[in-house]
């Protein structure tokens, strides 16, 4: 199950509670918890009326700005349904682009894999090794 965090639940400590640990900018609008058997296994934090830099298409648009799996959930689609629920999401409230920028470090293949498995490409930025990605709403 996928639901909206609660008011009282803060999207770092959701998010420390799968393993992710980087601090999240604490204007993130939306967060998605997805839950097995009552327990956490995956949270995804995002934007939904940022403005940014090489963007294709005039604003608003959605920034996922952080999702994680907890470690012994991952592999099973969590991941792939959280975004899909933010782009759902997004769509719903007229964004047509939903963007991201793969964490850098060990293992960006894998992430930049991921996410285009997930339907997003790489969109031209010449500041970034693993370009920014864009995904149609």
Request: charged share 20%; aromatic share 8%; glycine share 14%.
């Given at each position: 199950m996928i639901r909206y965090?609660?008011?009282?639940?803060?999207?770092?400590?959701?998010?420390?509670?799968?393993?992710?640990?980087?601090?999240?900018?604490?204007?993130?609008?939306?967060?998605?918890?997805?839950?097995?058997?009552?327990?956490?296994?995956?949270?995804?934090?995002?934007?939904?009326?940022?403005?940014?830099?090489?963007?294709?298409?005039?604003?608003?648009?959605?920034?996922?700005?952080?999702v994680a799996v907890a470690p012994g959930r991952r592999r099973r689609g969590v991941g792939r349904?959280?975004?899909?629920?933010?782009?759902?999401?997004?769509r719903a409230v007229g964004v047509r682009w939903v963007f991201l920028l793969p964490e850098e470090g060990p293992g960006v293949a894998g992430r930049v894999e991921f996410f285009r498995a997930a339907g997003f490409t790489p969109v031209a930025d010449p500041d970034e090794q693993h370009p920014a990605m864009g995904r149609s709403s």
């Amino acid at each position: 199950m996928i639901r909206y965090a609660h008011a009282d639940e803060s999207a770092d400590v959701l998010l420390a509670g799968v393993g992710y640990s980087a601090p999240v900018p604490s204007s993130a609008g939306v967060v998605f918890v997805a839950e097995v058997d009552g327990a956490t296994v995956g949270v995804l934090v995002g934007v939904l009326d940022g403005v940014g830099p090489c963007a294709p298409v005039p604003p608003p648009h959605g920034y996922v700005l952080a999702v994680a799996v907890a470690p012994g959930r991952r592999r099973r689609g969590v991941g792939r349904a959280l975004l899909d629920r933010f782009v759902a999401e997004a769509r719903a409230v007229g964004v047509r682009w939903v963007f991201l920028l793969p964490e850098e470090g060990p293992g960006v293949a894998g992430r930049v894999e991921f996410f285009r498995a997930a339907g997003f490409t790489p969109v031209a930025d010449p500041d970034e090794q693993h370009p920014a990605m864009g995904r149609s709403s």
